[in-house]
C-alpha cells in the first residue's frame, strides 16, 4: 500500500486553492477527509500528480444559522453534523444520516464536501441533501454559483463541479415544525456504504401529506428523487396502504445497480422497502 | 460481465457506420482516447484513458473490428492493459436504421477485467464501462449529427 | 512424582494476559518493527492472471531504476531455490512442482512471478510498475464441479486431470443401512472460500552472516522450526547455520502454519546479495496469496430411522486444493472426513473425499481447519432430519448422542474419541436459554408474523494435534524448564503463539508447581536459536502438547531441587513441600530454604548430594498417545426480517468441554474469537472469483469480516470432561467456537424461515441471500 510520489500542497485560503487547481489542472486532486482518495492513492489506482489539501481552509468550516438556512462548511466532519446541537434540533435527519455513514473512525475524519464532491453511487448524503432539496455553494476562477441539489450529480462519480472549482458549502433551509424526515438505510457489511439508502422528508396536515420528498441512494448509479413516489403520495393521506402503493414505485424508470453484494431484484426490493419504511418514520 | 445497451444516433446508417469504424473518428469519440493507430487488416493500437473519480488508467492494446457486413453489424475486440489492470471485450454491434437519419445501435458482448481493477473494482466497472459507452455514443451523435451537411 | 505441591492457586484462575500491556502500549516487535542497518526492502511482482504461459518478462527498465539493486523471476533462481514443499503424505496424491517464482506458466491470480530490491521501499514499490509481463491467456478452471468432469481444462498436463487425490471410506454396511432406512435426506453443501485476514499481514526479513555462513530469518510464522528445517533444505544451507525467529505474531489462524514462496526469495536474496533483506505482505497481497481456507462443495445423504436414529450417512466430498499445495493443504480435507460423524453414533460411513486443483489460491488450514466443513455438514443434516421427521432438533441429538462410559469411543472413520459426556453440555446450554419457553414463545412471535430461529449445534471435534503418526511434520513438543542461579525460572517452548497467551497460561503451570510467583517466571518462544527443538502452534494443540512438555519437564527439574533441598534441609525428599518460593517439610514452614537459596545451591555446586550433576534444566518431548476430542453444545437466536433479509442475532450461548482449564479467561478469549469467526462464515465472508478466475472481493470493502459493533454479546458456560491423553487433561479450545458457530447460526436461520419452507440457505447468509431463499420457497 504504497502511493506513487506526488507534490502535495496545504493552501490556507479557498483563493489559494483555487489557483493551486487552476495551475495543475487535471493532475491535482482535492484533498479533504482523504477516506476515499487516501486508499484509492494507496492501491494507485488514483495517482494524482498533485494533491491539494484544504484541511487547513478555515473559511470551509463550521456549521452555522444564517436566514432560516442551515449553513454547513464543506469540511465539516459526518461527525460533527452527528453531534451539533444545532443540526439535532433544526434538521435532525442530517445528523441521523451522518451517524449512518461508514464507522466512527471515517465519521470523525470524512466530511460532507468530500463525500458530496466525490459522489459515490451508495454514499450517504446525497439522498438526504436531494430529499432537502439543498443548495450546494460552488467556488472556482469563474466566481461563486449555487446549484441545487437535484442539478449536483450528473452520472456515475460525476458532479456539476467543473475542474477547477470547489465546493464550499451547503445550505439547507430550515424547516418548520410540520415538517419531519427520517434516513434508513441497509449497509453493505464489508464497506459500510449503503446497499440501499432512503430520506424522505415530509410535511403533513393532519393525515395529509402536503409535501413529500424523498431522495435514494445505493440503488443506481446516481442518487435521485424518487418523484413518482413523491407524486403519488403528495396530498393524500398517509394511511398504511397509500404509503406501500407510493412506495412500491420507489425503483421505476431506474436502472439499477447490480454487484456481488445484491442482485438487481434485491435492490429493487430494498429501495421499495426502505422508502415505505423511511416514509412512515418520517410520518409518525 | 454482459454488455448490453441500445443507442440512438441522429444520422443516416452509412454515416453512423462511417463513424463508427473509421480510426480518426473513433479515436475522436473514444472517451480518453490518446492514440489510435492502424496496424492493418482492422486492428489498431491504442493508447487510452479511461477512468472515473480519481481512478484513472493509461491502457495500451489493440482494437480489432471483425465480421464487417457494413452498414449493419460487426463485431468490435478490445485488449487493454494498465498497471491496474487487464480488460477484454468483445461487442457486437447492430446499426438499424429507425427513421430517416436515425439509427438504432445495439450493443451486445462481454467484459472481462483482471487485476486489481477486479479485486477491488467490481462494484463500480460495470456502471463505469456503461458510462463511457453512453459517453462514446453521445460523442458519435454530436460528430455525425452536426456534420451531416459536409 | 515424590514431592508435593502448595495449594492450586494459579491453574484454573483468570489471570490477565501478561503479553497484553506491552502490545496494548504499542511497545512489541513485529517484523515489521525490527530494522537493521543497511536493510534493502523487497517487493514481488505478481500475475494478474489466473491461468496464462508467461511469453516474457521485461525487467529491465525496473533494473534501470535509481536505488533499484536487483530483479529476480523464476528462471534467475531455478536451481538456487527449491520448490515449496508439501508435507502430506496420502496415498496416490499429486504434488505439483511449486516454484517459488513462476517459470513459464501462471496458476492463479497472485502468483509471483519477480522480485524486486531496492534500498528502499518506495523504490521497491515503483519498480513493480516497470516491470513488462507478456502472457498467452489460457483457459481457466474455477468451479469445482466442473473442474472434475472430463471435458474440463487440465490444470497439469502431466497429470491427466484435476483430481490431487481420491480418498474413499466404505465401513459399516451403507447400502442396506439406506435400503432400510425410513426416511433419506439428501442436501448439497457449499462451504465457502475464507481469507484468514490476521491482523498483522505476513512478512519477512532475512540476514545472512557470509563469515560465520549464518542465516538469520525473521518471519511472522506460526511454525518457526520447521521453517529453519526447510529453509535450510529450499537453499542448500546447513541447518545448524540457520535461525528462524517468530518475534511478536499478530495472529495467524492457520495461514501462518506455512512455509511461503517469499520466505523462501527474501531469504535467498539475503545470502546472495549478502544485505539484509525485507519483505512486508501488502493486505491486498494477503487477499490474493496468503492461503485461504474452506472451499468444498459437499453432496450427503442420511438414512434415518422413524424413532430418529441415524443409520447411516453416505457423502461426496470436493475439496477444492487450489492450484499448488502449499504445507498441509491436502491434509485438511482429510479432517473433515475423519470427524463426518460429529457427535453422533453413526456406525454405517461410505465417503468419497475427492482434492481438485483449480485456479486459485491454495486452501490450507484456516481456524477450524476441516472441522468446521464436518461439523456444518453434519449438524445441517441432523437439523434436516429432524424437520423431516416433524421432530425437535433437540430430541434427535439426544437419541443418536454416545453414552458417556462408552468412552473411548472408536469411530466408523477410524478415530478413538477419548472422552465426552455430550448430554452434560447439551443439557447445560437447554438450561441456560430454557429451550422449552423459548419454542413457545417463538410459536407465539410466528402467529404476529414474526420469524423467531432456534438454532442448535451439538459438536465434537478433533485437536491437540498429536500424536506424530497422524500429524504431516510430526505431532510431538518439546520444553526446556531451567532455573537460573537467582532462582528466576526460564520455559522455553516449542509452541510458538501468535496471539494463545502461553506466556501466561504456561507460567501458570509452572508457577502451581513450583509454589513460587509468576512474576519469577519468563516464558521464551518462536527463537529457534533459544528453544532449539518444537513444532508450533496450531490445531489447538498448544496446551494439549506443549503444556503437556512443559509440566512433565517442570516436575523433572523439580524433583533434583528437591532432592538438593532434602540435603540442605538434611530431611526426606518425600516429606518436602514447595510452597511461597520456600521448600520445607511438611508441617515445618519455619525452617525453609528458599527457592532461590536451592537454585543457587545447583549452580555453585559445592554443596550437592552425592551423584547429583549441577544446573537445573530439564528438555521433555512430549508425545501424545492420541488427539483430544472438545465437545460442545452451542445456541442461537435470531430474528430474521422477512421483507429484506435481515437478520438480527439476539442471543448466543457455548457450552464448550475442553477438559480442564488452565485459565478461564483465555479460553473464553478463545471462544469468543472463534465464535466471531464463524460467525464471519456463517453470515458476512466468501472469497468470490469471476468464471476467469479473477478475486473480486480483493480488500475489506468487498471481503466482509465481523467488526465488533457486528458481534453480539456471547454467553459462555463450560462442563469439564478430562482427557486422559495427557497429564494436564486438557483438550484445547482455539477452534471450537468456529468449529461450533456456523452451522448454529444456519440452523437458526433456517428454523426462522421453515413457515416459508426453507430448507437449507448457503453461507454467507447475507440480506440478499436470505431473501432470495423466501422468494425461491415461495
Redesign the interface.
Known sequence: ??A??FEYFAPTSVDEALSLLSEHGDDA?ILAGGH??IP??K??????AVLIDIQRVEGLKGISESDGKLVIGALATHHELESSDLVNRTLPILAQTAGEIG?VQVRNKGTIGGSLS??D??ADWPATILALDADLKIVGSGGERVVKATDFFE????TALEADEILTEIHVSIPDGNTTGTYLK?HQ???GFA?TGVAAVLSKSGDVCENIAVGITGVS?VPYRASEVESALAGRALTADNIAAAAEKAADGV?I???????E??RS??AK??TRRAIEGAAS | MQIKSDHTVSANRERVWEHLTDAELLSQCIPGCEELKATGGGTYEATIKVGVAGIKGTYKGTVRLENMQPPSAYRLMVEGKSTIGFLKGACDFRLEEAKPDETKVGLNGELAVGGKLARVGQRIIGSAAKMTIGQFFKQINKLAATDTDS | MATMAGPSRLIGAPIKRREDPRLVQGLSHYVDDIKLVNMHHCTFLRSDYAHADIKSIDTEAAENLSGVVKVITGVDIQGKVGSIPCAAEIEGLKVPDHPALAVDRVRFVGEPIAAVVATDPYVARDALDLIEVEYDELPTVVDLDDAIESDSTVIYDEFGDNIAFTMPLDAGDVDAAFAEADHVVSQRFVNQRLIPNSIEPRGVLAEYLPGEGTLTVWSSTQVPHHLKTILSLLLDLPEQLVRVIAPEVGGGFGSKLNVYPEEAVVAYLATELRKPVKWIEKRSEGFTTTIHGRDQVDYVDMAVKNDGTITALRAKLLANMGAYHQLLTPIIPVLTYLMMPGAYKISNIKLELIGVFTNKMATDAYRGAGRPEATHIIERMVDLAAQKLGMDPKEIRFKNFPQPDEFPLEMATGVTYDSGNYQMSFNKALDTVDYANLRTRQAELRSQGRYLGIGVATYAEICGMGPSVGVAGGGWESSTVRIERTGKVTVLTGVSPHGQGQETSFAQIVADEYGISIDDIVVIHGDTGRQPQGIGTFGSRATAVGGAALIIATQQVKEKMAQIAAHMLEANVDDLVFEDGNIFVQGSPDSAVTFADVAATAHVAVNLPPDVEPGLEATHFFEPSNFTYPFGAHISIVEVDPETGEIDLQRYVAVDDCGNIINPLLVDGQVHGGIAQGLGQAMYEGAVYDENGQLLTGSFMDYAIPKATQVPRFETEHTTTPSPVNPLGVKGVGEAGTIASSPCLVNAVVDALSPFGVTDIDMPMTPNRVWQAIQDAQ
Not at chain 1, 257 to 263: G, N, R, T
Request: proline share 5%; no cysteine.
Open positions: 500500500m504504497i506513487s510520489s486532486k476515499s482518495l484509492a492513492m492501491l494507485r489506482l488514483a495517482e494524482p464507522d466525490h459522489a453511487p451508495a452520472e456515475l462519480y460525476t441497509l457489511v464489508a464497506s446497499l448509479d436502472d445497480l447490480e454487484d456481488i453484494h445484491a442482485s431484484a434485491y426490493n430494498l422497502v426502505y
